[in-house]
């Protein structure tokens, strides 16, 4: 899963708890819990609190069978044995094509790559983070290219007959997938959808952090309302995304996963065709009344791959909320439909 920090990037603005709590009422059973790489909070409305809690295992069961599947930095996944032998053809994860099916129905195949895992890890982001070598950069670049996958649901990546031994299966060029970028969305999809399918589940909210999916009304008639922090401030928040019932949101930015050298941030968003940071944004946040976890997860990674002037494009022709800092510390922002009942706020300018 993609790794972020616990606590940031989205701050549900609903006096969260870090321990289960519920009284009854109107009042939520709200659970934290360490799940997908960070910590995720589940709040959930009904009139049966036992009822709801056993709701809430059931979504967290559902989040971790997501996990167990596509965690690229766990060994025991169903996706890091695929790793193990990429040059082999082998049946991805049903989680794996869901997520590739929904990239193509996106439209954005050219700045989502499932295939990076071989480029990040020369950059070391969880270990000992450094600037990789530019020779080694291009070879695992274009290994990455190489992902085929095919009809039946196989996939495969091409060795060719470059003869360094790196590119070998379990060498230090060797090309993986990792779905990081949208397996957290589809995971909290799942949950969601665990805790609909219980009936003593109402209304919920789950959020990751940097990716947060609601559904249903409060008891009390109230929005949710999430806050978007400051790229460079996380104390103070920059704006708000409003939801009455279904929704979903995503954050992206360069202060998640990211180190500094000579000067300059290299973070974990790798352009797909040059496997170096991508420029233009500190962080982007895209929401929507009408998509999935799963979508906004997919998009608030290649929307901030593509850059401020299409990202903002994009979410304009297909009735996307969007809130994004520049890497000048400006905002920008682009209102949900008029008929949508998402609606973004700016709270304060971001720091420059």
């Known amino acids: 899963m993609k790794r972020t920090r616990a606590l940031g990037t989205v701050l549900v603005l609903l006096g969260m708890l870090s321990v289960m709590t519920g009284c009854g009422g109107d009042d939520p059973v ?50 890091s044995q695929f790793n193990a032998n990429p040059y082999t053809q082998t049946v991805l994860p049903a989680e794996a094509n869901a997520i590739l099916n929904e990239v193509i129905v996106l439209g954005v195949g050219a700045d989502f790559s499932p295939s990076l895992l071989g480029v990040e890890r020369l950059y070391d982001f969880e270990g000992s983070p450094h600037v990789p070598d530019a020779d080694d950069l291009v070879l695992a670049v274009a290994a990455a290219n190489t992902f085929r996958r095919n009809p039946d649901g196989t996939a495969e990546f091409m060795r060719g007959d470059n003869p360094d031994a790196r590119l ?34 109402t209304a919920a909210l789950i959020s990751s952090g940097s990716s947060t999916v609601t559904f249903g009304e409060k008891p009390d008639g109230g929005a949710w309302v999430i806050g978007i922090e400051d790229p460079r401030d996380p104390d103070e928040i920059v704006a708000t995304f409003t939801f009455e019932g279904d929704g979903a949101l995503s954050t992206s930015g360069d202060y998640q996963r990211y180190f500094e050298a000579d000067g300059r941030r290299y973070h974990h968003i790798l352009h797909p065709s040059t496997g170096r940071p991508a420029e233009g944004l500190r962080s982007l946040t895209v929401a929507s009344a009408t998509l999935a976890g799963v979508h906004t997860d997919i998009l608030s990674t290649a929307l901030f791959v593509m850059g401020p002037d299409e990202a903002q494009e994009w979410a304009t022709d297909h009735g996307a ?3 994004a800092v520049d890497t000048e510390g400006r905002a920008l922002v682009v209102p949900a439909p008029d008929d949508s009942s998402l609606k973004v706020d700016e709270k304060r300018d971001p720091e420059p």
């Open 30 to 79: 709200v659970v934290s819990r360490e799940a997908l790489g960070t910590v995720v909070t589940v709040t959930a409305y009904g009139e049966d609190e036992e009822a709801v809690t056993a709701a809430i295992e059931d979504a967290y069961v559902a989040m971790a069978a997501v996990e167990a599947q596509l965690d690229a930095y766990d060994a025991a996944s169903v996706i």
């Open 168 to 201: 070998d299966a379990g060498g230090a060029l060797a090309p993986g997938v990792d779905l990081g970028g949208a397996a957290k969305g589809l995971a909290m999809d799942r949950a969601r959808e665990a805790l609909k399918a219980s009936g003593a589940v």
């Open 321 to 323: 909320a969007l809130y």
